[in-house]
């Protein structure tokens, strides 16, 4: 068993950017996109991802060209700062 450990207060804000970004994104969020609109930098955004599988999910979204574009979107709509630690850890 993983065991994640407990988010930085500047992670904490972070994470809760990018979930309160894709909450508002009915259909999800590219990475590049995430970072974007969250002036985070893309890095520091697509590490946050995949540092919390519990709480996003990626699939595969092609387009008309056959581009394969990886898209975020939140496994559970209903994360809030209240019940965020059965999903980050103690």
């Not at 990475?31 to 890095?43: F, L, Y």
């Not at 946050?48 to 559970?76: C, G, H, M, Q, W």
Request: proline share 3%.
């Amino acid at each position: 068993m993983d065991v994640i450990k407990k988010p930085s207060k500047k992670e904490l804000v972070n994470l809760f950017k990018i979930i309160s970004l894709l909450k508002t994104a009915s259909g999800g969020l590219w990475v590049r996109e995430i970072a974007r609109q969250t002036k985070m930098h893309m890095e520091t955004a697509r590490r946050i991802i995949i540092k919390y599988p519990k709480i996003f999910e990626e699939y595969a979204d092609f387009t008309n060209y056959n581009i394969n574009l990886k898209i975020i979107r939140l496994k559970n709509q209903n994360i809030t700062p209240k019940n965020i630690s059965q999903f980050v850890g103690n």
